[in-house]
């Protein structure tokens, strides 16, 4: 196993799911136009929420893009990475607002699996990493949730 490409894979995600969040903090609300353009589902919810926005998606691909070219992969793998975490995010926030749970409610799982799994398996045959795929869906899915469980103290509130 190449520990090493454990690693960047991880960074990888970390950077592609954290930039968005970092992004809107720094952003404070301005330039946060919602990606689903304030679309509302027959089922009442919002087709995706108020969370995931064009920020969001552009700061994400244009982060990750940068730091896949410095880790030595190509600039199309880098975009395709952020395209498919984002892709992966999309579908979590899509599945979470079907189920009926509130935008930006912590999903233990749901929220991980999507976004690390999707780049990961997708471009497996670029990287030929399995075991390293492996190592890096756990370590961003325990990070993500460490990480998460210290920013966010409002989680008791979810339905």
């Given at each position: ?14 950077v ?6 970092l ?8 330039w946060?136009?919602?990606l ?5 589902c ?41 395209c498919l975490?984002?892709l992966g995010?999309t579908i ?6 079907r189920l ?8 233990p ?9 999707l ?11 399995a075991?390293?795929?492996v190592?890096?869906?756990?370590a961003f ?15 008791a509130?979810?339905?």
């Amino acid at each position: 196993m190449d520990t090493r490409l454990a690693l960047d894979l991880t960074v990888l995600l970390l950077v592609a799911n954290g930039t968005p969040a970092l992004t809107g903090l720094l952003m404070r609300g301005r330039w946060n136009a919602p990606l689903d353009g304030g679309h509302v589902c027959r089922d009442g919810q919002r087709l995706l929420g108020s969370a995931k926005t064009v920020r969001g998606l552009l700061s994400s691909l244009v982060a990750t893009t940068l730091l896949a070219g410095m880790l030595g992969f190509s600039w199309s793998y880098g975009i395709t990475f952020g395209c498919l975490a984002m892709l992966g995010d999309t579908i979590s926030s899509f599945t979470k607002r079907r189920l009926g749970y509130q935008i930006s409610c912590a999903r233990p799982v749901l929220d991980q699996l999507p976004e690390s799994l999707l780049p990961l398996l997708v471009l497996e045959p670029a990287t030929e990493a399995a075991a390293e795929i492996v190592v890096a869906a756990t370590a961003f899915l325990a990070l993500d949730l460490l990480l998460s469980s210290l920013v966010k103290s409002d989680q008791a509130r979810c339905r």
